[in-house]
């Protein structure tokens, strides 16, 4: 470890405050790697053990540098593989990349491709890799519709079809996501190859970067960041929405208790069964980074941790449970430079020490 690494890695340890021994946090790629922006991030456990991490890097948000890079952490090893490009666009800017292997071994990469000067210009792109993601494929569109983007992992429905998390973004504002941005989910049937899309997801001020749990064959519960601006508000709550014909309609976004402070959240089921919601439990700053746990179907949660607190952000975080049981968080901090990684169990949050008063 040289001496530039080790002063880097303490000024991003002093930015914030470790939450307890339980949860275990790792300093992944910083200002020590080439490409001063990265953000966001996402994480999958691979086949084969091991753990492979996407993230979009460059000059800035806005470069036409940005490229979507990876690095893998090889089962029983502890060092990274030192990160490389697998997605890049000449003369157009990458963003926003999902890694997620699906049954059968096929892994996938989805990620934006911004064609104008917002991110509401964008499309979706997608690679797929047969190797475990040593080599992946050309690249495909996979949506043509201008504003369509990608943020959240795919989940694997009852029938065995795919549903992606999706959204189409408006306003051409670097500053204020449209009103009319919505959520909804792109399909896929593993047996035709075929997408399809299904209802929008509508809400009085927008909504985006949804993610989605299944609760019955029918039953599906869906969390959203909500749309707006960045200006100081006492409005700001996370949203959400819920479908009762197998996903394909949804209700109307509604409030949360749940704050947001215009940012991304994430949505997992556990192996045991509850429910996970990562967020930031703010209306305006990217901190804390709060864990919420349902035991119960998403009636309540009863459990809330706050995992990293201080004046750094922590945001965009990107949750996995592995076949282990260990819940794996990858997020983004010191304005948006440096990748982080978060390891707890369920028990780190499922104790009675974080029960919420009057559940």
Known sequence: MNFRYVVVFMLVCSSFTFAADDVQINHLFGPELPGPYKHPASITELDNGDLYV???????????????????????ESKWSEPTIIADTPWRS???????????????????????????????????????AYTWSDSFMLTMDEGTMVRGRPIVLNNGEYMLPVYIETGMDTELVGGDTASYFLRYNPKTHKW?????????NGNLQPQVEQITDDYFVCYMRRAGGYEPTTEGWMLRSESHDGGWTWTDAKKTPFKNPN?????LKLQSGNLLLVFNDNMNDRTPLTL???????????????????????????????RDGKIHIVYTTDERSVVMHAVLDETAILNEKFRVKNQ
Request: glycine letters at 8%.
């Open 54 to 76: 996407t993230y979009y890097c460059g000059e800035g948000e806005y470069a036409v540098d940005t490229a979507v890079w990876a690095s893998r952490l090889v089962k029983g």
């Open 94 to 132: 990458e963003g926003n990349p999902v890694v997620w292997q699906a049954p059968g071994g096929l892994v996938w990469l989805f990620y934006v491709n911004r064609y104008g000067e917002t991110w509401s210009s964008s499309r979706i792109k997608a690679k797929v890799s047969k190797d475990d």
């Open 196 to 204: 399809k899309a299904t209802d929008y997801i509508q809400s009085a």
């Open 263 to 267: 940012a991304a959240i994430d949505f």
């Open 292 to 322: 919420a746990l349902s035991t119960d179907g998403d009636k309540t949660y009863a459990y809330q941790r706050d995992i990293l607190t201080g004046e750094n952000t922590f945001a965009y975080p990107y949750a996995i449970q592995t």
